[in-house]
């Protein structure tokens, strides 16, 4: 009886390590250019994880999906890595790693893989998603409650670092992969965040 209740609980309950979703669904709005100077990666979860935890390689939170939704983020052009972590648990994350060039849209798509989610190089989305947002405010209360992210990078690291060449490749984002300006699609996006 007590072990039904148990394994009910953490069925329905979800991951011990799980960790509030702080994301506010926004109107849709049509993906804007990269502004001067900068690149934009925009981030889609297809698969609708609970809560995706989006670090940067210094371990700043950057964004958060939550269910079937889309975030952009503006970068300065030249190497860069994200983090894609399910709730507090980097052994199931993710990474995406290469270099931007300015003025360009990089797609990334969040999925499923054995063991944990996908975070890989995507063509651009024709899907409708929810356009989310986390603003100062859920960034700064996600990074606190993540506390220390520098071992979630740490575990997605070690996780990634086991993949084979093919998956590796997979993951890696080179500046002629992004879209011009001229040639921007038309997703619903929000919440651009300038690290």
């Known amino acids: ?23 506010v669904v926004l109107a849709s709005r049509t993906l804007e250019a990269p502004a001067g100077g900068e690149a934009t990666l925009v981030v889609g979860d297809f698969w609708g994880w609970r809560a995706v935890n989006l670090l940067d390689e210094d371990g700043r939170v950057v964004g958060q999906l939550s269910g079937r939704s889309v975030i952009s983020i503006n970068r ?10 399910p709730d507090a648990d980097g052994a199931r994350g993710d990474r995406i790693e290469g270099v931007l060039r300015e003025g360009q849209l990089y797609f990334a798509a969040v999925g499923v893989r054995y063991g944990g989610l996908s975070l890989t190089r995507s063509e651009r989305f024709d899907e409708t998603l929810d356009a989310v947002t986390l603003g100062d405010a859920g960034r700064g209360a996600l990074q606190q409650e993540l506390g220390d992210t520098r ?4 575990q997605v690291d070690e996780t990634v670092g086991a993949f084979d060449a093919a ?8 500046g002629d992969d992004g879209y011009g300006t001229l040639d921007v699609p038309e997703v619903a996006t929000a919440d651009v965040y300038r690290p």
Not at 1 to 23: D, E, F, K, N, P
Not at 168 to 174: F, G, L, N, Y
Request: with cysteine; hydrophobic share 55%; proline share 2%.
């Open 167 to 174: 998956r590796q490749q997979a993951r890696h984002v080179e």
């Open 1 to 23: 009886m007590i072990t039904r209740a148990l394994v009910a609980a953490v069925v329905l309950g979800g991951s011990a390590c799980a960790t509030s979703t702080h994301v």
């Open 151 to 154: 071992a979630l990078i740490a």
């Open 76 to 85: 300065r052009p030249g190497r860069f890595v994200l983090y894609a972590v």
